[in-house]
Structure formats: structure tokens, C-alpha cells
């Protein structure tokens, strides 16, 4: 678990707040990735980032903004968010975009 | 339909049973096939990893997969109550793409 971390592990907010969610990962890889677990569904890839370029957005709304300031940090900004945001906020990486990715514990999001 | 299908249980067995875990694809193109365990309140961990057809073991882990039939297995024999966790099984073309998960209780 200490090879990707993300803070906060939890994390309540209201609808008007700004907020944001930090993963970095401690292995050397390229790229980094954002996903979406939320109950009884798969996870949702959200954005991927390759060498610090996005190379991913998957129609994510834009109360959603990532941020990778280098390849071992990647941040999602949220602001105005809903309450069907609320879920679990996986960040990910691997050495590169087709290789086995390695997952953060997660931060559970609770949207007021 | 959906591009990997997965029985999201929940699955509930004895102590040191067999469990098998399944999933099933559409899509012909993916060639790396995986499986990874996430405990509750935790980022799911890789547990197993497969590319071609075929089986591959790891203690008590065996992952199968048969491309002919797009369908892929995970198998658990002398299950502990550990190994109570929701099994995802995931797979690779040019992105990572997973099953919805099993969630699995193994009883004492």
C-alpha cells in the first residue's frame, strides 16, 4: 500500500466547496490514473495521465479538473460537486499506459 | 452489453472450500487478463496476472483463462477467512477494463 498514497482517506463536503484529493506514488512510473468506485458498479476510469500529459478524459464532468505537476503526483480538484459524486476516489499507476496498474487505498468522498 | 460481465455475488462459503470466481468478455482484442482482491475500506491489490490462454498458479490462487470461449476463472482452494474481500477481474486492450466485482465471505 505504501507504493501509491492519497490523501485524505475520507473526506465530507458540501455542494458549494472546493476541495482537493492528492495521490502520489513512490514507484518511478509514467503513468497515473483517476477512477471512480461507487456502489454496485465497475470502477470508472476518469482520466489518465502519461508523462504528465493527459491523455484521457472520459466525459468526466467539469466539477472534476485534474492536476499532475509531475509524474509522481496527480491531484483532482473538485468544486460544486452533487451528491451522486459521493463515492470512493481511486488513484492508480503503472510504468507505462499498458502495463499492470498499482492502486492507492482510496479516498471516500461524501458530497452533502 | 456490457464489455466484461461479472456475477457480483455477494458469495458466501465454508472454511477450505473451493471458490470459483468468473468472468465473461465481449471483446476479442483484449489480451492481458487480471485479478485483483480489495478489502474493505482499501485500493484493490493485484492478485494474479495472465496473458495467454491456459492456467497459472500461485499457492492456492489459479487463474485460467480460455480466449476461445471469453472466459476467465479464478480459482481459491483451502479458502481462509482472509480471503474474504470482493474480486475484481479486469482486462487490457489499449485501457484497463473491469468486472463490477464479486464480494466473497469465507465462514470459520
Known amino acids: ?112 | 452489453q456490457k464489455e466484461v460481465e461479472q456475477d457480483p455475488g455477494p458469495l458466501s462459503v465454508p472454511e477450505g472450500a473451493i471458490v470459483s470466481l468468473n468472468c465473461t468478455y465481449s471483446n476479442s482484442a483484449f489480451q492481458y487478463f487480471m485479478w485483483y482482491r480489495q478489502y474493505s475500506r482499501k485500493g484493490p491489490e493485484l492478485l494474479m496476472y495472465t496473458y495467454s490462454s491456459g492456467n497459472k498458479e500461485d499457492g492456492r490462487f489459479t487463474a485460467q483463462v480460455d480466449k476461445s470461449s471469453k472466459y476467465i476463472s479464478l480459482f481459491i482452494r483451502d479458502s481462509q477467512p482472509s480471503d474474504s474481500a470482493t474480486y475484481l477481474c479486469a482486462m487490457m486492450a489499449q485501457k484497463l477494463v473491469f468486472g463490477q466485482g464479486t464480494r466473497l465471505t469465507i465462514n470459520p
Do not use: I
Not at chain 1, 491531484?75 to 510504468?95: G, I, M, R, V
Open chain 1, 1 to 112: 500500500e505504501t507504493g501509491v498514497t492519497q490523501t485524505p482517506r475520507h473526506l465530507v463536503m458540501g455542494m458549494t466547496n472546493k476541495k482537493s484529493l492528492k495521490c502520489e506514488q513512490h514507484l518511478g512510473h509514467n503513468a497515473m490514473y483517476w477512477y471512480k468506485q461507487s456502489a454496485k458498479k465497475p470502477l470508472e476510469l476518469m482520466f489518465v495521465y502519461n508523462f504528465k500529459e493527459q491523455t484521457e478524459n472520459n466525459s468526466v464532468p467539469s466539477r472534476f479538473s485534474p492536476e499532475c505537476p509531475n509524474s509522481s503526483h496527480l491531484f483532482l480538484h473538485l468544486h460544486t460537486l452533487q451528491p451522486e459524486d459521493s463515492a470512493l476516489y481511486l488513484c492508480a499507476s503503472s510504468q507505462d499506459r499498458e502495463d499492470t496498474q498499482y492502486f492507492g487505498p482510496g479516498t471516500r468522498l461524501t458530497v452533502l
